[in-house]
C-alpha cells in the first residue's frame, strides 16, 4: 500500500469553528495535511483520501502547537461560512 501526504496552508479570515473541536481556533493561517493511499490494481494512479489533520495552537501551552484530525468535510464548512462571513 502506498500513503502520500498532501500538506497545505489555509488561511481563515474570521475565528472558526470545525465540526468534533470543543473550542473555537482563531484568525490565521493553518496547515492541513491529507494523507492519502492509493487504489490497487487500476490501469492508472488513483488515490482515495484516509485521514485530514490540522495543526492547531495548543491550548494551555502559549506557542506550542497540536496537529488534529478532522473530516475533510467539516473543513471545507467551515471553511465556507468564512468565506461567506466576509462577504456580510
Do not use: C, W
Not at 473541536?21 to 490497487?40: F, K, N, Q
Amino acid at each position: 500500500m502506498t500513503i502520500r501526504s498532501r500538506r497545505e496552508t489555509i488561511t481563515f479570515k474570521h475565528p472558526f469553528h470545525i465540526r468534533g473541536l470543543e473550542r473555537e481556533l482563531p484568525a490565521g493561517a493553518y496547515e492541513v495535511v491529507t494523507d492519502e493511499e492509493m487504489i490497487e490494481g487500476l490501469s492508472f494512479a488513483s488515490y482515495r483520501r484516509v485521514a485530514t489533520m490540522i495543526t492547531v495552537p495548543s491550548e494551555g501551552v502559549r506557542g506550542a502547537t497540536e496537529m488534529l484530525s478532522i473530516g475533510s468535510v467539516d473543513l471545507a464548512d467551515a471553511q465556507r461560512i468564512d468565506a461567506s462571513a466576509a462577504n456580510d
